[in-house]
C-alpha cells in the first residue's frame, strides 16, 4: 500500500508548496510581463522547459520554496534582460531568434525551404487543407514562423493583394 501512498509523506507541504509556487509565478509574470511565457524564439521555449523543471523539483523533491522561487525570478529577470537587449541590439535577436522562412511564395512550393526546415510536403498540404485552402492559387504565402508555427496567407478576395510588409524579416532562402 506504500506505493500508493506514504503516511510519512507530507503531502499538506506539497499541497502550500504548490499554492506559494503558483502565487510567486504569478507574481513575478505580472511584474516581469507576460512575455516571459511568450512562444517567439528557441530561448523562449528553453525558459519555459525551466520554469517547468524549477516547479516540479520544487514541489516533488528537497528544493526549498525560497529556493524554487528565487531560481524562477532569475529565470524571469534574465528573460527580461535579454528582451531588452533583443529591442536594442539586432545581433542579439540574431544571436537567440529564428528569422521566418518562406515555405510558399503564391502556388509555388520552395522544396529548398522546406527540405532546409525539415517539413514534408505532406505536412505543409495538411497545413493548407487546416487553412482551408481548395487550390494552390488561393495561396499568398506560407510561412514557416520562428515560433515553429506555420502560417498560412491565401486569398479572401481577387480584389484584395498581399501586402508587402507582411512578410517583412520573412527569409526567402534558406
Known sequence: ??????????????????????????????????????????????????IGSIISSTLTSSTSISHGATAIASLLILTYIFSYLQRKFSMVSAIISNKPLLLMNGNEILYDNLKYARIEKTQLIA????????????????????????????????????????????????
Open 1 to 50: 500500500m506504500e506505493w500508493i501512498y506514504n503516511f510519512k509523506d507530507p503531502l499538506w507541504e506539497t499541497f502550500v508548496g504548490s499554492i506559494l509556487i503558483f502565487v510567486a509565478v504569478v507574481t513575478l509574470t505580472r511584474i516581469i510581463g507576460l512575455r516571459s511565457f511568450a512562444k517567439f524564439t528557441a530561448y523562449d521555449f528553453a525558459f519555459t522547459v525551466a
Open 127 to 174: 497545413k493548407l487543407r487546416e487553412a482551408n485552402v481548395l487550390d494552390f492559387d488561393q495561396v499568398e504565402a506560407v510561412v514557416l514562423e520562428s515560433t515553429g508555427d506555420i502560417s498560412v496567407l491565401h486569398k479572401s478576395s481577387s480584389e484584395m493583394n498581399l501586402n508587402s510588409d507582411i512578410l517583412e524579416g520573412v527569409r526567402k532562402k534558406p
